[in-house]
């Protein structure tokens, strides 16, 4: 048993990471947050090259057949610069949900997902953190090729600017969870677009009558997808902490007050001590939670500890790097309030710590 | 996947091995021989002081049954290299065997032989101190006590003041040891000593072995505890006389061999999360027969299940934690790993035992100490639960202080965040 990154894996990981930090430093990431477009074009064509958003798709679908520790291993570079593309709504839940239903006009939106050629949403949230399909009340209406949506959906990365939408809705009254594809643009979309407090761009959408394909899935596919997509969201989580803690020990061993580095009281030390700990816990738990999934042996109440662990010790850093920082840790200017915000983010989309933690007490 | 090549950034066409966790048919069958051999093995007395352990160390002489037994098996030191009496486990079956070790409600062995100086002795023991000594670890004909604290000397253990004097082939001890675990059950000691009272007070530090704690002018004094149990022990030397052959390392070179064991004694050779989770698995139980304030039981109380859920996966964590330091991952590989180890499974068993203290409520607070003893035939006021949570979230306020207080720890921990 290795819980390493195997080589390629490793190699993967330095050459995105190379990529990163030549061209996706904080600035150039704060340069694409306040520009017009929603995400960088260029570093999205850049994915394509590397691979990535081919890497969750099978070989017969013009992928490369990558697994989720694939997956993790770059995500966590996402995370250390704060990455705004939306690779967790189009490649894993949106293209996964595509890629497993088999159906022709699905096929096609995964060869362009594949080449980087389109961006698809992915429509869940219903505004209270949605933490599980089992919560859904959207209900779609008719099926097959005439099924027919109504209802809001909320936080849909790149909801306004994407090529199509793949909506989880039930079926019909008290059915089970299926996935429908909507055209961008189509009769009775309504979308509210905004950018959310970690950058990314995202839409609240009214689907009023609108037409949908359904996607045939099961419900465990339905569940793999969303259990797959928490462990990338939380591998940028990892990542993200893992950039805070480093920064945090470094800003306390050079900032002085009272003559000497912050580092040497000892309640700043051992708020740094916290810290490290902290993201140790979580990032263990990402590595144990992500082999095991990749065994197929992950079950509900692991992708609940791990969201729920990696939601609140991110909140946990997040908050003691601020604290530590003081003054510049409240500004806008300084890398350290946006790595809080993408951590408040994580821990607030598909269900917060607090109900996971429940869910695992609940037994 | 198929391998990348960086300086194309495309897929090249290998493939290698993948991160998983596999359990292939032929370890359930070593989980059946070892769950087999748990049902039948231990004696009735074994069991019992299993269910009434309520700290680190079990009742000591079924504690020291249950280590010859094992021994017998070949299974009592999974963790050793094997040539010295490892089982030569995979990762995966020291995995399976602590999980049914778990369930089986046995008792804990002490670490102080198995977990400390043996594996310091296999470190960097003299051949002549292995040949001595690791045949009586492994068998358990010896117990070792742990000479470190002093009176003057906690956490900042390097201050220690008991001398040492070099007279011929012996050293001369005079001085005071405190918080002596089990020092009134053990036959021999390894301690640090005072050899030089030169340059930092890290340099004159001597690591010795005793070969018996029954020397002259040795005294061993039991202190009650607040469990009113006597774990702990003063040891008195005057004019104690013992070889030089015992020193492990140079004379004065003690505070590195010290730190040394330290990885063993914080990194821990014995997962603590399997053990952990079962507290949480004894709350549960308790707690569905426990009716709520609030109507229903406890168990189904929304804070109850918001709070155990909160616990159980910090205790998954330090688990996933603990399965990857077994793995060799870099994680434990950090100079911080003895610390955050040490730190993470300490502040848990606090806080299990106090949550198990919250279920029993007023059927905790009764002084039960003779039904606590093992053979006992007092029946406990409530249940067996209720016997053992308080003692156990007693004792457990030890944790977060021996074996270097956690502020120590976070202290150690933050210099290697912020270098300084």
């Not at chain 1, 894993?92 to 006009?105: I, N, P, T, V």
């Not at chain 1, 909801?159 to 909506?167: F, L, R, S, T």
């Not at chain 1, 809080?340 to 821990?347: G, N, P, S, V």
């Not at chain 2, 409520?361 to 035939?377: C, F, I, K, W, Y």
């Amino acid at each position: 048993m290795d819980f390493s990154f195997t080589d390629e894996q490793q190699m993967l990981r330095d050459g995105v990471g190379k990529f990163l930090e030549k061209s996706y430093d904080f600035d150039a990431r704060q340069k694409l947050v306040n520009a017009d477009a929603p995400w960088s074009a260029d570093a999205w064509q850049q994915f394509a090259e590397f691979g990535l958003l081919a890497l969750p798709f099978s070989e017969e679908q013009g992928g490369l057949g990558g697994s989720i520790s694939d997956c993790v291993a770059f995500a966590e570079l996402f995370g250390k610069h704060l990455v705004i593309e939306p690779y967790l709504g189009s490649v894993m839940l949106a293209g996964s949900a595509l890629a497993q239903s088999g159906h022709a006009a699905a096929e096609e939106w995964v060869e362009k997902i594949v080449s980087g050629e389109a961006v698809v949403a992915f429509a869940f949230e219903e505004g209270h953190g949605t933490a599980s399909p089992e919560l859904l009340a959207m209900t779609a209406q008719g099926s097959g090729d005439s099924a027919c949506l109504t209802g809001e959906k909320r936080l849909v990365h790149a909801g306004a600017d994407a090529d199509a939408i793949v909506v989880l809705a039930r079926k019909g009254e008290g059915g089970p969870p299926a996935f429908y594809l909507v055209e961008a643009g189509a009769d009775g979309i309504d979308a509210r677009a905004y950018t959310t407090i970690d950058g990314r761009s995202a839409a609240n959408i009214t689907f009023n009558d609108v037409a949908a394909t359904e996607l045939e899935a099961s419900e465990e596919a339905v569940e793999k997808i969303i259990a797959d997509a928490i462990i990338v969201q939380s591998a940028e989580a990892v990542g993200a902490m893992g950039a805070l803690v480093a920064m945090t020990g470094e800003y306390a061993h050079t900032r002085k007050q009272f003559g000497v580095p912050i580092a040497t009281f000892q309640a700043v030390a051992h708020r740094l001590a916290d810290m490290k700990i902290a993201y140790t816990k979580a990032r263990a738990t990402l590595i144990y939670t992500t082999a095991l999934a990749e065994s197929g042996a992950a079950t509900p109440r692991d992708i609940a500890i791990l969201k729920g662990q990696v939601g609140k010790l991110g909140r946990a850093v997040g908050e003691a790097a601020i604290q530590t920082h003081g003054g510049v840790g409240m500004t806008d200017e300084l890398s350290v309030s946006h790595y809080h915000k993408r951590l408040l983010a994580c821990d607030t989309t598909f269900g917060d710590h607090a109900y996971h933690f429940r869910k695992v007490g609940m037994g | 996947m198929k391998g990348i090549d960086p300086d194309q950034s495309t897929m090249a066409g290998t493939t290698g091995r993948e991160m998983k966790i596999e359990f292939a048919p032929e370890l359930e069958a070593f989980r059946a021989e070892v769950a087999e051999f748990f049902a039948t093995a231990p004696t009735p007395a074994i069991r019992e002081a299993g269910r009434k352990t309520t700290s680190v160390f079990a009742p000591f002489k079924e504690c020291m049954e249950w280590h010859r037994i094992l021994y017998e098996k070949g299974w009592v030191a999974p963790h050793w290299p094997v040539e010295y009496g490892g089982t030569g486990w995979s990762v995966e079956q020291r995995f399976i065997f602590a999980e049914e070790y778990r369930k089986a409600d046995l008792p804990p062995l002490l670490p102080q032989s198995l977990g400390m100086v043996g594996p310091l002795l296999i470190d960097i023991g003299t051949q002549e101190q292995k040949d001595r000594y690791l045949p009586g670890i492994l068998n358990g004909d010896d117990f070792w006590a742990q000479g470190y604290s002093e009176p003057s000397s906690g956490s900042d253990l390097a201050s220690l003041s008991c001398r040492a004097e070099s007279d011929g082939d012996d050293y001369i001890i005079n001085g005071p040891k405190i918080w002596t675990t089990y020092a009134h059950h053990a036959n021999r000691m390894f301690m640090l000593v005072r050899t030089s009272t030169e340059g930092k007070k890290q340099q004159g530090i001597t690591f010795l072995l005793l070969d018996r704690t029954d020397y002259p002018g040795m005294e061993i004094r039991p202190i009650v505890g607040l469990d009113g149990f006597p774990e702990q022990c003063e040891v008195f030397f005057e004019d104690v006389r013992v070889p030089q052959s015992g020193r492990v390392g140079e004379e004065n070179d003690g505070w590195s061999v010290a730190k040394h064991l330290l990885k063993h004694e914080r990194g821990g050779g014995n997962a603590a999360s399997p053990t952990l989770m079962r507290y949480c698995e004894r709350a549960r139980a308790a707690a569905e027969k426990t009716p709520s304030p609030f109507g229903g039981m406890v168990a189904d109380d929304a804070v109850f299940q918001r709070e155990i859920g909160e616990l159980e996966a910090d205790i998954a964590s330090l688990g996933h934690f603990e399965k990857l330091a077994i793995s060799g991952h870099e994680i434990a590989r950090d100079p911080a790993f003895p610390s955050m180890n040490k730190t993470i499974n300490s502040e848990l068993v606090q806080r299990a035992s106090v949550l198990m203290t919250q279920v029993s409520g007023v059927d905790g607070l009764a002084r039960q100490l003779e039904t606590l003893r093992v053979g006992s035939n007092v029946e406990p006021l409530g249940s067996e639960f209720d016997l053992v949570s308080m003692p156990l979230c007693l004792n457990s306020r030890a944790t977060t202080i021996y074996a270097g207080s956690n502020e120590v720890q976070r202290d150690l921990i933050a210099r290697t965040v912020s270098g300084s």
